[in-house]
């Protein structure tokens, strides 16, 4: 697509609840990334994908956290047993490639955790 | 580890006058990018301004600027003949050069206000 498409663009669910959001990225960008976007923070890393394999994933808080991105395209966060602190805006970018290449964002997810 | 500084949290300008906002980063490393992206109410992150640290020159971009001081380890982005359009957030970013992922470290911005 023309640009990188985040869905839904918000989310409010439950405490303990089990959550999906979705990265469809720039047709041809093999690089994608995931940040947290707290409120009054600036973007935190989350993962980085090169193709379909995560190369890095430090960014990730805890085991609650996984993304997968199976065919080197869209890219799913997935977040289980969801806490009122996970409540921020997810965004998503993509680039070309490593190294110099410019990143393209989302405008994000923005999730509410009760 | 890098982090990045932004110690302005809220900045006014008037409609046409010029502002200049304030960051500063820690590094060990010689090679690096750093970035300034715009971030409106709509939440989606716009690039600015990039600035190569091998380079000396410092980056410009239509009304916008950077005073890049290495040796400081400061970066600072200036705007011009200030728009209504230039309210939002700014974030200041730094990424390493090279390296095996493209990871931005971000500060935690300051809201631009323009006055008419």
């Known amino acids: 697509g023309a640009g990188v498409s985040q869905t839904p663009s918000n989310k409010v669910t439950e405490k303990g609840k089990y959550v999906e959001l979705r990265c469809d990225p720039i047709?041809?960008?093999?690089?994608l990334y995931w940040y947290r976007q707290s409120l009054g923070q600036g973007p935190e890393f989350l993962i980085y994908?090169?193709?379909?394999?995560?190369?890095?994933d430090s960014g990730l808080p805890n085991d609650r956290f996984f993304a997968v991105r199976p065919e080197g395209s869209v890219s799913t966060l997935k977040i289980q047993r969801t806490e009122r602190g996970d409540s921020a805006v997810y965004l998503c970018a993509s680039s070309r490639g490593s190294g110099a290449n410019v990143l393209t964002f989302g405008a994000g997810s923005r999730l509410t955790v009760l | 580890a890098q982090t990045v500084t932004q110690s302005q949290p809220e900045m006014s300008v008037q409609e046409a006058e010029t502002v200049t906002l304030s960051c500063t980063y820690d590094?060990?490393?010689?090679?690096?990018?750093l970035f300034w992206y715009k971030q409106p109410p709509s939440r989606q992150m716009i690039l600015v301004i990039r600035q190569e640290a091998y380079k000396q020159q410092n980056a410009t971009e239509n009304r916008f600027s950077v005073n890049f001081q290495k040796a400081a380890k400061s970066f600072s982005l200036k705007i011009s003949d200030s728009q209504l359009g230039d309210a939002a957030m700014y974030f200041c970013?730094?990424?390493?050069?090279?390296?095996?992922?493209?990871?931005?470290?971000f500060g935690t911005g300051t809201l631009l206000a323009v006055q008419p």
């Open positions: 970013a730094y990424r390493n050069y090279g390296g095996a992922t493209n990871k931005l470290i």
């Open positions: 047709s041809g960008h093999t690089a």
């Open positions: 994908f090169q193709g379909t394999g995560a190369a890095d």
């Open positions: 590094t060990s490393e010689s090679d690096y990018y």
